[in-house]
């Protein structure tokens, strides 16, 4: 896929990372979050994922960059729990 020009990745980081052959994931983790935050509000940023990895999932299945853009779509079930507690004094 050519290198993307749109609102989505004004940078050119994501299409970048597809260009690099044998690109390893926490590097393709670190361009991701580099991404990531970039300022837009958090959902223009999953919309524009999504339109990243719709762009890029059938030419590039195995790639590691599709597998971490995937995975920035899954939504997290459940409420967050509070860890560690009130400490008393005594």
């Known amino acids: 896929m050519a290198k993307q020009t ?3 990745d004004p940078r050119g980081m994501i299409a970048e990372a597809y260009k690099i052959e044998g690109i390893p ?12 935050l ?3 509000d958090s959902g223009e940023m999953r919309a ?3 339109r990243l990895l719709d762009g890029y999932q059938n030419t590039d299945p195995d790639h590691p960059m599709t ?6 779509l ?5 409420t967050p729990k509070r860890r560690g507690g009130r400490r008393s004094r005594n």
């Open 48 to 50: 524009a994922a999504a």
């Open 25 to 36: 994931e926490p590097e393709c983790r670190s361009i991701f979050l580099d991404w990531a």
């Open 67 to 72: 597998s971490i853009l995937k995975e920035s």
């Open 38 to 40: 970039e300022p837009r």
């Open 6 to 8: 749109s609102t989505d």
């Open 74 to 78: 899954v939504e997290l079930s459940g």
